[in-house]
């Protein structure tokens, strides 16, 4: 078994910030994601890398940044925070070309923007 | 691009009831289908799969039937209980060379009522 640990569990911010969101997993799976969660939306897409120094734009890329520092860590940033925003951040990982593999998420990171 | 749709954005239910949620899908080939449900505070866990036609996934008492016919994997479970309150999420994974991204449905809120 293993886990993905995600950081901060809440966050709270100011409009204009750089923000920084953190995800760590001890699968050792070669892909890691990162979505964003707003009610009635489902799961959108942001970033991925599908193995260490790898990067891979999803559907909703623009304000956000990603960085896959090493096999077991991937960092999001949101490059401008947006006033009223509220959102859930899910880090994700799964074994790279297996398409019917799960994925395994992580508990998320709630973002607050004032 | 590929696309999973539910129908149902919440459903409110009595412990006992029969459960529908209808996911409905659009993509080349054979993709994988996938169920997901995902409890207050936590990430998505994956409930069930299916890779081929006619077969049927199930686990915990939920069950669906991959039918490439009508491009359905609808979720059903006999006889809800309070613990099931979730949201549950319909998912695609495209058999596509590399492809290693899963395609989100909205979500559907589940509600039971003691």
């Known amino acids: 078994g293993g886990i993905i640990t995600q950081t901060p569990k809440f966050l709270i911010g100011q409009e204009g910030q750089k923000l920084t969101l953190k995800c760590q997993q001890n699968?050792?799976?070669?892909?890691m994601y990162w979505y964003r969660q707003d009610s009635g939306k489902g799961l959108r897409l942001i970033y991925y890398?599908?193995?260490?120094?790898?990067?891979q734009k999803g559907d909703l890329s623009e304000g956000y940044d990603a960085s896959r520092e090493k096999k077991s860590s991937f960092s999001l940033t949101v490059t401008s925070a947006q006033k009223n925003e509220m959102a859930v951040f899910l880090c994700a990982s799964r074994d790279w070309g297996a398409y019917y593999a799960e994925q395994f998420f992580g508990p998320g990171t709630r973002l607050t923007v004032l | 691009g590929d696309s999973v749709t539910q129908t149902e954005g919440q459903v409110a239910l009595s412990e006992e009831d029969f459960l529908t949620i209808h996911c409905n899908y659009s993509a080349s080939g054979y993709p994988t289908l996938f169920w997901y449900v995902q409890y207050p505070g936590e990430g998505p866990q994956l409930l069930f799969r299916?890779?081929?036609?006619?077969e049927k996934g199930s686990s915990r008492g939920f069950e669906a039937t991959y039918d490439k016919g009508t491009t359905s994997f609808h979720l059903r479970k006999a006889s809800v209980q309070e613990s099931d309150s979730a949201v549950y999420y319909c998912?695609?994974?495209?058999?596509?060379?590399?492809?290693?991204?899963?395609?989100f449905g909205q979500g559907t809120v589940l509600s039971v009522i003691p």
């Open positions: 699968f050792n799976h070669d892909t």
């Open positions: 890398s599908i193995t260490e120094n790898d990067l």
């Open positions: 998912a695609l994974s495209a058999h596509t060379g590399g492809n290693n991204k899963l395609t």
């Open positions: 299916a890779s081929r036609d006619k």
